[in-house]
């Protein structure tokens, strides 16, 4: 410097020196802005691949999530909204990171935006794995819960099975109850049937052999004007003795079949197809009133209305379809009829 000042005195005045140090600093100050750009360069690519393994571990998760959530579809639509939002958002981020790269590759002076965008993104994703955290305990929960509707299932499915053995074994019991049931019935059918012949037999002794008395299948049948005039419901006096016989042989029966036995003997009138005139409105009316007054005298008798019905049929059950009277005369009639009640 000194050597410069005593040429200038020289010489005059010399400014080269002065232009050599100005650009070396210039030169100098150009390296270390050049040395800082490298080191941020480096620090943010450095960054930004910890924000790649990041993100790749957070997509391995979200993989594994969505795995767990396509066994249980079922009952989980938040939950794959929330995932639904969070893919969106990883979209987002890979966005703003590769925006953000272009940018640090385009021009260092951009670093300390670039810095600024990777911190929100940083927090995004600290956010976006409290997501991911709170969908896996829902997960969690919910794979708890099944795991106890599945075990209630089962529970559900041994007491089904024991019921369906239960019921097999009932249903053995009720075929084996039926068949005994059945053989019961017939037992007592066939019993019945025998004290119904004994029964028809001695009212045939009673009754004698009467030309309107007859047996026809089984039921015994007495011709209508042997009880009532015509049109009429009020029994004549001789059927009255008539009767008084049938009711003794009743009384009889009564005390030979068992009781636990269940029988009836049900009186049933019949008129012919004719109309009638008179207190009864139709045919089906008088045959149920001439039903009536044998059964009421019956009681009256001594026979138990608990073993005693009465019906009425009029004309809609005819033995001889001609249309003669004498086919008239065998359709106006009582039935007795043993059965079961």
Same mark, same amino acid.
Do not use: C
């Given at each position: ?77 938040? $939950?794959?909204? !929330?995932? /639904?939002? *969070? @893919?969106?958002? %990883? =979209?987002?981020? #890979?966005?703003?990171? &590769? ?42 929960? $919910?794979?708890? !819960?099944? /795991?106890? *509707? @599945?075990?209630? %299932? =089962?529970?559900? #499915?041994?007491?089904? &099975? ?180």
């Amino acid at each position: 410097m000194a050597l410069a000042r005593s040429r200038r005195g020289d010489n005059g005045m010399n400014y080269w020196p002065g232009f050599v140090d100005a650009l070396s600093t210039l030169i100098l100050s150009i390296i270390f802005i050049l040395t800082v750009f490298v080191v941020v360069q480096f620090f943010l690519q450095q960054e930004v691949a910890g924000k790649d393994t990041a993100l790749n571990r957070l997509n391995a998760q979200i993989a594994q999530l969505t795995e767990l959530l396509s066994l249980e579809k079922s009952g989980k639509t938040d $939950l794959e909204e !929330q995932l /639904a939002q *969070l @893919r969106a958002s %990883l =979209a987002s981020a #890979e966005t703003e990171r &590769d925006k953000l790269k272009g940018a640090a590759d385009a021009a260092g002076a951009a670093g300390a935006s670039a810095e600024g965008r990777i911190a929100g993104l940083q927090t995004e994703l600290d956010n976006q794995k409290n997501i991911t955290t709170r969908a896996l305990a829902q997960v969690e929960v $919910l794979n708890q !819960q099944i /795991a106890a *509707l @599945r075990r209630q %299932l =089962a529970a559900l #499915e041994q007491a089904l &099975d024991a019921s369906e053995k239960k019921d097999a074994e009932s249903q053995s019991r009720i075929r084996e109850l039926g068949q005994r049931l059945n053989l019961a019935l017939a037992e007592r059918v066939r019993e019945l049937s025998r004290y119904r012949s004994d029964f028809f037999g001695k009212l045939r002794e009673i009754l004698g052999n009467r030309p309107d008395v007859r047996i026809v299948g089984d039921r015994f049948v007495l011709q209508s004007e042997l009880f009532f005039d015509t049109g009429k419901a009020d029994l004549l006096p001789e059927a009255k003795s008539e009767l008084d016989k049938v009711a003794t042989a009743l009384i009889e029966l009564e005390k030979q079949i068992p009781t636990d036995i269940p029988w009836v003997l049900r009186v049933d009138g019949h008129t012919d197809v004719r109309p009638i005139t008179g207190q009864f409105k139709s045919n089906w009316d008088l045959s149920a009133a001439r039903a009536i007054s044998v059964v009421q005298y019956l009681v009256g008798k001594g026979v138990s209305p608990q073993r005693l019905v009465a019906a009425g049929f009029g004309e809609f059950q005819p033995i001889d379809q001609a249309k003669t009277d004498d086919a008239y005369r065998r359709n106006r009639r009582i039935e007795f009829k043993l059965t079961e009640r």
